[in-house]
């Protein structure tokens, strides 16, 4: 299974925000697979977290049952009633 594939699969469930506390939760709502090109995958995914804490740009490491635990840029993109979205990108060599 690739690594997009995983993500897909993790859509809708929680992810723990590690070295935080109180436990912080995001949930994964969107995986925007934009394939391979030149050797290299990319794929965005969309989480949404709860209207405090707020998570300014940074690098935070996600915990979820199924998947290994992974450092990643988020960006926060909106807010909304139930809270705000946040966006992570990867452009890395594919895995062939």
């Not at 050797?39 to 490491?61: A, K």
């Not at 946040?86 to 062939?96: D, I, T």
């Amino acid at each position: 299974m690739t690594e997009v594939q995983a993500y897909k699969n993790a859509v809708n469930g929680k992810f723990q925000v590690l070295g935080v506390e109180p436990l912080l939760e995001l949930e994964l709502v969107n995986v925007e697979d934009r394939g391979v090109s030149g050797g290299y995958e990319s794929f965005t995914l969309v989480f949404r977290g709860p209207q405090t804490p707020f998570i300014p740009q940074q690098t935070i490491v996600l915990r979820h049952a199924d998947l290994e635990d992974e450092a990643m840029l988020v960006v926060p993109i909106g807010q909304d009633a139930s809270g705000y979205k946040y966006e992570a990108v990867f452009n890395r060599l594919a895995q062939l």
